[in-house]
């Protein structure tokens, strides 16, 4: 009954560094998005899946990379950190109409 | 693309009265998807209500209603005895039904709410 899984829940980058940022999910669901969020901006999305093999930008994809090699995981990577992407990070999956969040992964990048 | 407005970036209410915060959004869509979710300070994104566009009645859940009104693209969202717990920013959201990006969301800026003892 996990339901979306992020980690890390907290994480300090030094600027230039790289990470993934971890998404799992167990209710089977074909479609799964990545989405930051800035004060006073709402949730943006970054990128999204909407199937195995299958990746396209958000709003906001500049810096992030992701793949989906399977239905369970959508890992976020950055591949050098900014501080423009210091940012709390949401994972989402969803299956008609219904979207399940994951707790969240606040992100400072020094 | 999908806009969503929220246009009370904060509101205050006394506790056990009612509360009504506004959203208004933007779409060439027909079949879609609308949502209030609730953000506590622990971050959790919590799904407060859902209406789906092509049913006419409103959508209810105890405390919490929602004025649809497809044709003016408003959808507010109604908060009845207000509780404390109820302190917290809320979200309106779009989701689209079909196409490209189906059953991704967009978000308006929030509403933070502050219920008032």
């Known amino acids: 009954n996990a339901g979306v899984t992020q980690t890390p829940k907290f994480q300090v980058l030094k600027t230039g560094q790289s990470m993934t940022l971890q998404c799992a999910q167990d209710m089977n669901h074909e479609y799964m998005s990545w989405y930051r969020q800035d004060p006073g901006m709402g949730l943006r999305l970054i990128h999204y899946?909407?199937?195995?093999?299958?990746?396209d930008q958000g709003e906001v994809p500049n810096g992030y990379n992701v793949s989906r090699s399977t239905t369970e995981d959508f890992p976020l990577r950055l591949l050098s950190a900014a501080p423009s992407q210091t940012s709390v990070y949401f994972c989402a999956s969803s299956r008609q109409g219904r979207a399940t969040f994951g707790s969240g992964t606040r992100l400072t990048v020094v | 693309a999908q806009t969503v407005t929220q246009s009370q970036p904060e509101m205050s209410v006394q506790e056990a009265e009612t509360v009504t915060l506004s959203c208004t959004y933007d779409t060439s869509e027909n079949n879609y998807y609308l949502f209030w979710y609730k953000q506590p300070p622990s971050r959790q994104m919590i799904l407060v209500i859902r209406q789906e566009a092509y049913k006419q009645q409103n959508a209810t859940e105890n405390r919490f209603s929602v004025n649809f009104q497809k044709a003016a693209k408003s959808f507010s969202l109604k908060i009845s005895d207000s509780q404390l717990g109820d302190t917290a920013m809320y979200f309106c959201a779009f989701m689209t039904h079909s196409g490209a990006g189906s059953y991704q969301l967009t978000f308006g800026k929030g509403t933070k709410l502050s219920v008032i003892p």
């Open positions: 899946s909407v199937g195995a093999g299958i990746t």
